[in-house]
């Protein structure tokens, strides 16, 4: 079983900077894929970004260029770097990690972007 805990979510003006970590309660190491995703009220969850144990990203092209995903397998923990925050960005961030046929999330934490 994994258990996934986010932080770092916060209250920031438009074009400002927010890291969130994602830390995992056991060895991540051996998930192959890990991801981001946001709920903003009244949307449905989105992916944001994901990345492979190898290295391998991709993002929504709504945050391309902007929001770097990176995992540390020694420390247990994802991160998502996001620069260039607007408004369209509030949104509660999830951690995600599919794990030995079941589906892991997070608590949440929530990003809000002021203009």
């Known amino acids: 079983q994994v258990q996934l805990v986010e932080s770092g979510g916060g209250l920031v003006q438009a074009g400002g900077s927010l890291r969130l970590s994602c830390a995992a309660s056991g060895s991540i190491f051996s998930i192959n894929i890990m991801g981001w995703y946001r709920q903003a009220p009244g949307k449905q969850r989105e992916r944001v970004a994901r990345i492979t144990s190898g290295g391998s990203t991709d993002y929504a092209g709504s945050v391309e260029g902007r929001f770097t995903i990176s995992r540390d397998n020694a420390k247990n923990t994802m991160y998502l770097q996001m620069n260039s925050l607007k408004p369209e960005d509030t949104a509660v961030y999830y951690c995600?990690?599919?794990?030995?046929?079941?589906?892991?999330w997070g608590q949440g934490t929530q990003v809000t972007v002021s203009s």
């Open positions: 995600y990690a599919p794990y030995r046929g079941s589906d892991y």
